[in-house]
């Protein structure tokens, strides 16, 4: 008899430890909601840590509103991207970029552990800096790395030396065995567009333009 009502008071032990995990793992996806509905400013996310991946989509997409909206701003008076950008580094100085940086890398890097499959696209000056920014992301990300082709403005192969030294856009994706290809860019934008495919979320996820050097 003793020995039954050991287990029991076993199994109760149990149910109330059980609970207690399972209040500490809701924890934080409450603190994730509160702050979704608290903030929507990128600054104010990067106060918190990246734990779940509904915590670096909404730390991606506010960063991605406030890029769109400041390059928005910036265009209506007159100034290029590159401008509005150098204006915006020396506003937020070198350890607010580095943090920035930091909190971009984490979110793009946990995103990925999650995703079915990841489209890059990549816009710099030259040829030479985009195969740089390409390998630094495929390595960083650690997505597959496939063949990168540079083709012409009718989507035929030629040598990757031609795009050496002007503007390029690279398109890479992870479900074509990681293949890219390469061809000249005649936009004013540079960065990197981010769209990851994830398991479980049926939302479509593009962001950009993200810093180039993220992942140096």
């Not at 930091?102 to 552990?113: A, V």
Request: charged letters at 20%.
């Amino acid at each position: 008899l003793c020995i039954f009502f050991l287990m029991i008071r076993v199994v109760q032990l149990i149910i109330v430890l059980l609970g207690y995990i399972g209040e500490c793992y809701r924890l934080p996806l409450q603190a994730y909601h509160h702050r979704r509905g608290a903030s929507s400013n990128v600054h104010d996310c990067m106060q918190n840590d990246i734990l779940f991946v509904d915590d670096a989509l909404l730390l991606l997409k506010s960063y991605n509103d406030e890029y769109l909206n400041r390059m928005r701003r910036g265009r209506n008076e007159g100034k290029t991207p590159r401008t509005i950008e150098f204006e915006r580094a020396q506003t937020l100085k070198s350890d607010g970029i580095k943090q920035e940086w930091q909190q971009l890398r984490e979110s793009t890097q946990l995103i990925r552990s999650n995703a079915t499959e990841i489209v890059l696209g990549i816009m710099v000056e030259s040829g030479t800096k985009g195969i740089e920014v390409l390998k630094n992301w495929v390595s960083g990300l650690n997505i597959t790395r496939g063949i990168l082709r540079a083709v012409n403005e009718n989507n035929e192969v030629i040598e990757l030396e031609q795009l050496q030294s002007v503007p390029i856009y690279i398109k890479y994706n992870s479900s074509d065995n990681g293949n890219a290809y390469m061809k000249q860019y005649d936009g004013v934008f540079s960065g990197v567009i981010f769209q990851p495919k994830l398991s479980g979320y049926s939302d479509f996820y593009q962001f950009g333009n993200l810093p180039i050097g993220i992942f140096k």
